[in-house]
Nanobody, 123 residues
């Protein structure tokens, strides 16, 4: 299984980015997916979740109304649209696939991880 995240970059506060994660080696539509992020010196943090069909989504409170997760099961991709970015959104962003039962905002529920893509927001 491979998850390859892309789309990160350097952007000014208030700007936007679109992250994409391409999955291979798995029956993608059967996997619930999520994005996590990790800032320097901090623990990995849940950002957004999406069910296998895309009908259910969930977000950490700090990004609600600014970020949007989506997926395209025909292309085996999960995306994260980041709008109204803030300096505190600066982090390495990872996509992940659920492999075990448990809270969907807990990293322990996820067994497949991409390498991450860096998002840096300047003030």
């Amino acid at each position: 299984v491979q998850l390859q995240a892309s789309g990160g970059g350097l952007v000014q506060a208030g700007g936007s980015l679109r992250l994409s994660c391409a999955a291979s080696g798995l029956t993608f539509s059967r996997y619930q997916m999520a994005w996590f992020r990790q800032a320097p010196g901090k623990d990995r943090e849940f950002v957004a979740y999406i069910s296998g069909t895309g009908g259910i989504t969930n977000y950490v409170d700090s990004v609600k109304g600014r970020f949007a997760i989506s997926r395209d099961n025909t292309k085996n991709t999960v995306n994260l649209q980041l709008n109204s970015l803030k300096p505190e959104d600066t982090a390495l962003y990872y996509c992940a696939a659920v492999v075990r039962s448990g809270p969907r905002d807990h990293a322990a529920s996820y067994g497949y991880w991409g390498r991450g893509t860096q998002v840096t927001v300047s003030s």
